[in-house]
């Protein structure tokens, strides 16, 4: 009998022990080589399967969903915590809409393949209902499409990350100092890795792990062609003179600006290189002006409720 509940932070540990349950080997995060887990340290947990790796990292994350209104769940039997999922609330506009976005689904090894992802999915239907949300989004692995296919998801958007020189005019922008919260009436249009939230956290790091507070994040505000633009840079881990880019703006509003302002601030910020995550739609437009070399493919799937 599997029962599906909120996450509360006394979860942490028990979270943490699913996560770390699917790990097959752990390995170095500099030479990523074969490494016994009793060696690693936070980051090196954490480089192995992200925030919920430690039971520190895990208590700090889930602390941050539950304060911003976003809804982990928990699959329990008989009381253990067998699997969880992490829902974010995402209010964008439209195409994306009122919506929660599937980031996290991991099942604890021992009980995979029965029933219990199926059992959390469907209760995030139910929370969408309920919070006036039209749809459920995710970002499957490719080996999980199948699965996702059967609780009737379909492919949605199709993103390219590309990557680009850098160079060009300074944009009229204005740094910011402090986290603002994501920007109300525009939406994540560049570097969509997960949803519009997802991509303002990773701007603004929660963790205070030296190896991940040391990378550069910088975040600009204003107009581009009288169009209001949040835009964001942050550095590569493993290549400190590269960027990802991130960019809100309105969702009918043409990326060209964007992506030319970007290439500048990156240059700015001492960076070679910087990869965008670009909706592959706008892509034929692009490159008629930006040299564009093909990184990756990131698929969103949605399902309506």
């Known amino acids: 009998m599997i029962t599906i509940r909120p996450a509360t932070l006394a979860d942490a540990a028990a979270i943490s022990i699913v996560h770390c349950s699917t790990v097959d080997a752990w390995r170095d995060p500099y030479t990523r080589q074969p490494a016994d887990e009793a060696t690693l340290g936070l980051f090196g947990r954490w480089y192995n399967g992200g925030d919920w790796m430690s039971v520190e990292t895990c208590a700090i994350h889930l602390n941050g969903m539950l304060l911003r209104g976003h809804l982990p769940l928990v699959a329990e039997s008989k009381g253990d915590i067998v699997g969880e999922a992490e829902y974010y609330v995402n209010r964008e506009p439209a195409p994306f809409g009122p919506h929660l976005h599937l980031s ?140 990802d880019g991130y960019a809100w703006l309105p969702p009918t509003a043409s990326l060209m600006p964007v992506v030319a302002a970007l290439r500048v601030l990156a240059a700015q910020e001492s960076y070679s290189a910087v990869d965008l995550l670009l909706p592959e739609d706008a892509l034929p437009e692009l490159r008629t002006t930006f040299k564009l070399d093909y990184q990756t493919t990131v698929d969103l799937w949605i399902k309506q409720t």
Not at 173 to 187: D, I, R, V, W, Y
Not at 191 to 219: D, F, H, K, N
């Open 104 to 243: 996290v689904l991991y099942i604890h090894k021992e009980w995979q393949g029965q029933g219990v992802g199926r059992a959390l999915i469907e209760a995030g239907e139910e929370h969408a209902r309920a919070l006036d949300c039209h749809a459920l989004t995710t970002q499957p692995e490719p080996e999980m499409t199948g699965f996702y296919r059967r609780l009737d998801f379909q492919p949605w958007m199709r993103a390219k990350e590309m990557q680009t020189t850098i160079g060009g005019t300074s944009p009229p922008l204005t740094q910011l100092s402090q986290n603002s919260g994501p920007p109300e009436h525009l939406a994540l249009r560049i570097g969509r890795y997960q949803c519009g939230v997802q991509g303002w956290e990773t701007l603004w790091p929660s963790l205070a792990i030296p190896e991940l507070t040391a990378l550069r994040r910088t975040v600009w505000r204003g107009k581009l062609d009288g169009t209001p633009v949040v835009l964001g840079l942050r550095e590569q881990f493993r290549t400190p003179t590269q960027a």
